[in-house]
C-alpha cells in the first residue's frame, strides 16, 4: 500500500494513542488526506461501512466527527509527509480499524452522516491499524 498506517494498538478508557499514516511513497495528490474508522459490526462491510473521523484539507483546515471533537486531533508533516491523529480520552466506541486516505479533492464532507457511498471515489487508502479500547 502506498498510504501506510500504523500506531494501532490496545489501551484502556481514557487512555491515548497516535496513529500516524505514512504517504511518503504516495505518488497522487494529499491535498486532502483524512482518517476513518470501521467498528467490528459484521452488518458494516467494506468501504461505504467506514466513518468519517477527521480530515484535513489544504494548510490547515480541518473538521471532524461529533463524535471525536475536543478528543481527537488530526495534524500533518508536510516535510515528511506524514499524517496524524492524536487519539485523547478514548472510549469503548472508538474501537475499530482506522483507515488513512488520501484524495485530490475536498474532503470535509467526508465526517457527514449519509456520505460513506462517496467513500469508494476517493483516489487512496491505507491498510488499516486495529485500534482496541476496553473498559
Known amino acids: 500500500a502506498q498510504l501506510v498506517e500504523s500506531g494501532g494498538g490496545s489501551v484502556q478508557v481514557g487512555g491515548s494513542l497516535t496513529l500516524s499514516c505514512d504517504a511518503s511513497r504516495y505518488r497522487g495528490s494529499t491535498s486532502s488526506m483524512g482518517w476513518f474508522r470501521q467498528a467490528p459490526d459484521k452488518e458494516r462491510v467494506g468501504i461505504e461501512g467506514?466513518?468519517?473521523?477527521?480530515?484535513?484539507?489544504?494548510?490547515?483546515?480541518?473538521s471532524y466527527a461529533d463524535s471525536v471533537k475536543g478528543r481527537f486531533t488530526i495534524y500533518k508533516d508536510d516535510n515528511k509527509k506524514i499524517l496524524y491523529l492524536q487519539m485523547n480520552n478514548l472510549k469503548p466506541e472508538d474501537t475499530g480499524v482506522y483507515y488513512c486516505?488520501?484524495?485530490?479533492?475536498?474532503?470535509?464532507?467526508?465526517?457527514?452522516?449519509?456520505?460513506?457511498?462517496?467513500?469508494?471515489?476517493?483516489?487512496?487508502w491505507g491498510q488499516g491499524t486495529l485500534v482496541t479500547v476496553s473498559s
Open positions: 467506514r466513518e468519517g473521523v477527521a480530515v484535513i484539507e489544504g494548510a490547515d483546515s480541518r
Open positions: 486516505a488520501a484524495d485530490g479533492s475536498a474532503l470535509h464532507w467526508a465526517v457527514g452522516p449519509g456520505t460513506s457511498w462517496r467513500y469508494n471515489y476517493l483516489d487512496s
